[in-house]
């Protein structure tokens, strides 16, 4: 994998907001996975259990972060120095941005957000191409929306990272619309489990999107329900191994989808165990 620019950049903002990083692979966790927790518990969880990041998605019964009392506008400040005070970086801004919906406004409110908590990408989704019209033209439309996310973003400093997700779950559809895009403020996301559930080897996966990867959802799974890490069939960590061989620098996000599927372990039993043992799969890889 290439290193570009942007891997520069993030891990010099990184730097800025906390010098106590000094390695790589940020281990994260979004606030999907606990949407019962409020800012205190959330700081202090992440402390206890060993990340060093947390990915916003939702605060409390709110989705929309910008509406979420500790990231209104007027404290933003205070809630940056929550969490440099307890050494936890913000490392992604999951907006509900889609690009099939080219709601752009939204995308510019969380770029907005994302600048003053000092986080440096904001995520979106590709959503559903219009059915309605021919391909080509609905991909040259999505290219043109997922421009002005870009635009959206880069006036606030930040960029938007893709998800692989919906009609773009797949490394090869995410690829193609970014290079139609073509956007410098546009990079990638590569949610492990997606692709992998829609059948495309993990090693292409990689290829299509290595030039552009900036951030990693994780999270493991069998017969279509999610699991903890491990007692799933997804082979996360053959995808590790060839990403950080690959030169991936960016966080590694736990995404466990507690808010939209609340049968699921509860995150005081997954965050943790999530964290063991990817922790000591970087532990070992650096030995």
């Known amino acids: 994998m290439t290193e570009n620019r942007w891997w520069k950049q993030t891990k010099q903002g990184y730097v800025a907001i906390l010098s106590n990083f000094s390695g790589m692979n940020l281990l994260a966790f979004s606030t999907l996975g606990c949407p019962s927790w409020d800012l205190d518990r959330i700081l202090a969880a992440a402390v206890e259990y060993g990340y060093d990041a947390i990915e916003l998605r939702g605060y409390l019964s709110e989705v929309d972060l910008s509406k979420a009392a500790p990231f209104a506008r007027e404290r933003r400040a205070e809630t940056r120095t929550r969490f440099a005070d307890a050494g936890i970086a913000v490392c992604c801004v999951s907006s509900s941005g889609v690009v099939a919906e080219a709601n752009t406004e939204h995308v510019r409110v969380h770029a907005a957000l994302a600048r003053d908590l000092g986080c440096p990408v904001v995520r979106v989704f590709g959503g559903a191409l219009d059915g309605e019209i021919p391909p080509e033209e609905a991909l040259a439309r ?54 992998y559930r829609q059948n495309e080897p993990f090693e292409e ?80 890889r650096r030995q």
């Not at 990079?187 to 997606?194: K, R, V």
């Not at 900036?214 to 799974?221: A, E, N, P, R, V």
């Not at 995808?239 to 030169?247: C, E, I, V």
């Open 142 to 195: 999505a290219a043109q929306n997922l421009r002005a996310f870009g635009d959206a973003a880069e006036s606030e400093g930040v960029k938007i990272v893709l998800e692989t997700h919906d009609a773009f779950s797949t490394g090869a559809a995410v690829a193609e619309l970014l290079t139609l895009a073509a956007h410098p403020a546009v990079f990638s996301l590569w949610d492990l489990h997606h692709p």
């Open 205 to 284: 996966t990689f290829r299509f999107l290595a030039p552009t990867l900036t951030h990693l959802h994780i999270k493991d799974s069998r017969d279509g329900a999610y699991t903890l890490l491990g007692d799933g069939d997804v082979p996360l960590f053959p995808m590790l191994d060839l990403l950080l061989t690959g030169g991936y620098a960016g966080p590694i996000s736990l995404e466990w989808e507690k808010r939209w599927v609340p049968e699921i372990a509860d995150p005081e039993v997954a965050f943790p165990q999530y964290a063991e043992k990817l922790r000591a799969y970087l532990r070992a």
